[in-house]
C-alpha cells in the first residue's frame, strides 16, 4: 500500500481514504509473487514452497512465466486459513509450530 501510494504521490491513508470512498480504483487487482511476498513478509523461496506444497490456492493466471492471482482470491484464503503473523517482523506462517521455530531462531 505504501508503494503504490509512493508511485501514486500520496499519503497512505489519502490512498486508503480515496479507495475507500471510491474516489480512486485500482484496477485490476491482481497480485503476483512479488506481491504475496510483500502482503505476507515470504521470502521468494518461502512463497514458491507454499505454492508447490498446495498451501497457496493455485495461480488465477499466467503472464509469460510470471504466476498471478486475483487479490480477491488471496483474500478468500486468508479469510480460510489460520495464519500465524509473527508481530515483530510481519510474516505470516501457516502452521504455529513454524511460526514458534521462526520466533526462537529470528527473535529469540
Ligand atoms: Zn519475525
Redesign the pocket.
Known amino acids: 500500500m505504501r508503494e503504490i501510494a509512493q508511485i501514486l504521490g500520496v499519503t497512505p491513508s489519502s490512498l486508503r481514504d480515496q479507495l475507500r470512498t471510491g474516489e480512486m480504483v485500482l484496477l485490476p487487482e491482481r497480485v503476483g509473487s512479488a506481491g504475496l511476498c510483500v502482503q505476507f513478509g515470504w521470502t521468494r523461496s518461502a512463497q514458491s514452497l507454499y505454492r508447490r506444497k498446495g498451501v497457496l490456492p493455485p495461480p488465477d493466471g499466467q503472464d509469460g512465466r510470471a504466476l498471478w492471482w486475483w487479490q480477491e482470491t488471496i483474500d478468500s484464503w486468508v479469510e480460510a486459513t489460520e495464519l500465524y503473523w509473527?508481530p515483530?517482523?510481519h510474516?505470516a506462517f501457516v502452521a504455529a509450530a513454524g511460526a514458534r521455530e521462526?520466533?526462537t531462531r529470528?527473535?529469540g
Do not use: L, P
Request: aromatic letters at 12%; proline letters at 0%; one cysteine or more.
Open positions: 509473527c515483530d517482523c510474516h521462526h520466533w529470528v527473535h
